[in-house]
């Protein structure tokens, strides 16, 4: 998780920049850079696993508050295999 708060800490130091020239749009954070702005969350998401497999990477709408989900909803226990996978 603390390589994705360095991605959200480097879209904030992005934030107003991104907000005035593509707010409404997607953005990719990777590596603390943008790596892609996006007009549609498919299109972002689609090259941000072609591009960084797994992760970490935020993708986040620009201008829009941040999606908070519950555990429950982004881990899902694999009984067979005694493990968690995330969705």
Same mark, same amino acid.
């Given at each position: ?9 480097? $879209? ?11 707010? #409404? ?10 790596? #892609? ?5 498919e ?13 970490? $990477? ?14 429950s909803?982004? $881990? ?12």
């Open positions: 998780m603390a390589d994705l708060n360095r991605e959200i800490e480097a $879209y904030e130091g992005q934030k107003i920049k991104l907000e005035e020239q593509h707010s #409404g749009k997607w953005v990719v954070v990777h590596d603390c850079q943008v790596a #892609g702005v996006y007009a549609d969350m299109s972002a998401a689609e090259d941000a696993v072609k591009k960084f497999g797994k992760g970490p $990477y935020l993708l986040r709408q620009i201008g829009a508050p941040p999606i908070v989900l519950p555990a909803v982004m $881990y899902v226990p694999l009984h067979e295999h005694n493990e968690m996978r995330i969705r």
